[in-house]
Structure formats: C-alpha cells, structure tokens
C-alpha cells in the first residue's frame, strides 16, 4: 500500500543552524503539507503546496521556514535558523484531491533543537 | 478560528465494553475525518466523513457526521486493548482545506 516517508526519523540540531526535512509523498498524489506536533500538544497546520507553489500558510510559517518539491518525489521543509520552540515533530502529508480531501501522513520528523 | 473541541479528554474502560467520543465545533467543515496517532507516530486514517448527516462503519467502529457539518462522533463497540490509542478529529477548511485538528481522546481499554 503507497505511504508517505520521511527523513530523517530524528534530527538533533544547535540553535541557530539550519535544518531540511524530507518527505516522499504518495506517488499519485497533487496537495503535499506540513504539520508540526509540539510534545503534548494539537496537531497545527503549517503549510500546503500545488502546483508548485505554496497554496495556504499558517502564521507560525515565517520567513524562517521555507518549502520545495526539487523533483518529480521529493517535498523538504526548511528551517534556516532554528530556535528551541521549533523543537517537535514535523509531519508531512498529501492528498490527491482538494475537494474530497483524505490526507495521508509519513511517520513524522522528530526535530531537537538545543 | 476554528476549533474542533473533543471529549472527553481521556476515557479508560474495560475490553468489551462500547463507547462514544465526541468531536465539536461551531464552525462548519467541508469534510471531516478521524485519525487514531500511535505514540511518536504520525495520524493513521481512519475515515473520511463528507457529507451531513453521513454514518460509516469500520468493523467495530461506527462514525458519523452531524446533519450541520459541525459535529462528529466515534462509537466503538466492543472494545478491544489493540483500540488503545489517541484519536484525533480533523476537520477540513480554508482555502486547500487544510486540517484543523481537535484536542484528542486518550483511549486505554484494560483487558
């Protein structure tokens, strides 16, 4: 059955430094996002993307952070300097359509920022 | 802001036994779906609910949306310690129907 993965399963970082997680949506898929999941929290919405381009942004997506789909499979989310409350897990997750909607998520990234 | 309110918050009962959780909110959500998150884990999907008044089932789960797209819930009959987990309501809005996800119920069914 087609999954999303993602990589790195755990990822320690310094403050300050800059970090890519990586995500390989399902193959068929055309809306790709990224939640995160501070530790004891809700799930929050990040960001969508189509078509290329970012379709839909929360507030906590400052400049700081940054999507790409380089190729044909891969989606990254970046952090260009991380700070201590960006510490937690980062899921990515896709969907074929818009209107009907099922998203599917990867395992997550758990990000550590010290 | 939408919010999706669930309860109860935790809820521990014995293997057998059914039960309801609840998912709310004021707001009206184009679809709504239901995700069981095992710890360290990601969402796994369990249904997908669109329109009002819709009730599906998987096996021992019953799920349903309110006639208003506000609402939901989950019923378990029989309930089994492998449905031990955290389940989590998502409704779906804005403009690509991003997630808005609910507060969560804890589950832990004792054998």
């Known amino acids: 059955e087609p999954e999303v993965t993602q990589t790195p399963s755990h990822q320690v970082t310094q403050m300050g430094q800059e970090v890519i997680l990586r995500c390989v949506p399902i193959?068929?898929?055309?809306?790709f996002y990224w939640y995160r999941q501070i530790l004891g929290q809700k799930v929050e919405f990040l960001v969508s993307?189509?078509?290329?381009?970012?379709?839909?942004k929360s507030e906590i997506f400052d400049d700081q952070f940054s999507v790409e789909r380089p190729d044909g499979s891969n989606f990254t989310l970046k952090i260009r300097s991380t700070k201590l409350e960006d510490s937690a897990m980062y899921f990515c997750?896709?969907?074929?359509?818009?209107?009907?909607?099922?998203?599917?998520f990867g395992p997550g990234t758990r990000l550590t920022v010290l | 802001t939408q919010l999706l309110k669930q309860s109860p918050q935790f809820l521990s009962i014995q293997e057998g036994e059914n039960l309801t959780v609840y998912c709310n909110s004021s707001?009206?959500?184009?679809?709504l779906q239901w995700y069981r998150q095992e710890p360290g884990e990601g969402p796994v999907l369990l249904v997908t609910?669109?329109?009002?008044?819709e009730v599906k089932k998987l096996k021992r789960l019953t799920f349903q949306f309110g006639d208003a797209r506000k609402d939901s819930s989950l019923h378990i009959t029989a309930a089994q310690p492998g449905d031990t987990g955290l389940y989590l309501c998502?409704?779906?809005?804005?403009?690509?129907?991003?997630?808005?996800f609910g507060t969560g119920t804890l589950l832990a069914v004792q054998p």
């Open positions: 997750a896709s969907s074929l359509t818009r209107s009907y909607n099922e998203q599917f």
């Open positions: 193959s068929n898929h055309l809306y």
């Open positions: 993307f189509y078509n290329n381009e970012i379709s839909e």
């Open positions: 707001s009206v959500f184009s679809s």
């Open positions: 609910v669109v329109t009002g008044g």
């Open positions: 998502a409704g779906a809005g804005g403009a690509t129907n991003k997630l808005i």
